[in-house]
């Protein structure tokens, strides 16, 4: 299932960035949609996650600030990242886990650079 992001950049502190991400060629249930992100030298972490059903899911540090939606009929899931800061510099990556016959597989996408400049 191919996942593809769209949307980084490059923004001073205090600004926004929206990213998306489309999950294409699959007809199967996407359970869940989120976005993770990768610092240099740190682990890849949960940014936010949101259900087929709308449930969502947050990091601490970025509640109140970013937003995730999700268009189940174009199987798009959309962060809108406000009030950026520059520890929120990372490489931002897309998951959809998409459910077939009992199973639920991960699929990422390539990823999509957000720097943030103090």
């Known amino acids: 299932v191919p996942v593809v992001e769209s949307g980084g950049g490059s923004v001073q502190a205090g600004g926004s960035l929206r990213l998306s991400c489309r999950a294409s060629?699959?007809?199967?249930?996407?359970?869940?949609m989120g976005w993770y992100r990768q610092a240099p030298g740190k682990q890849r972490e949960l940014v936010a996650a949101?259900?087929?059903?709308?449930?969502?899911n947050y990091a601490d540090s970025v509640k109140g600030r970013f937003t995730i939606s999700r268009d189940n009929t174009k199987n798009t899931v959309y962060l809108q990242m406000n009030s950026l800061k520059p520890e929120n510099t990372a490489v931002y990556y897309c998951?959809?886990?998409?459910?077939?016959?009992?199973?639920?597989?991960?699929?990422w996408g390539q990823g999509t650079q957000v720097t943030v400049s103090s």
């Open positions: 998951n959809a886990a998409v459910y077939y016959s009992g199973t639920v597989s991960p699929y």
């Open positions: 060629g699959t007809t199967f249930s996407i359970v869940t």
């Open positions: 949101i259900t087929s059903g709308g449930s969502t």
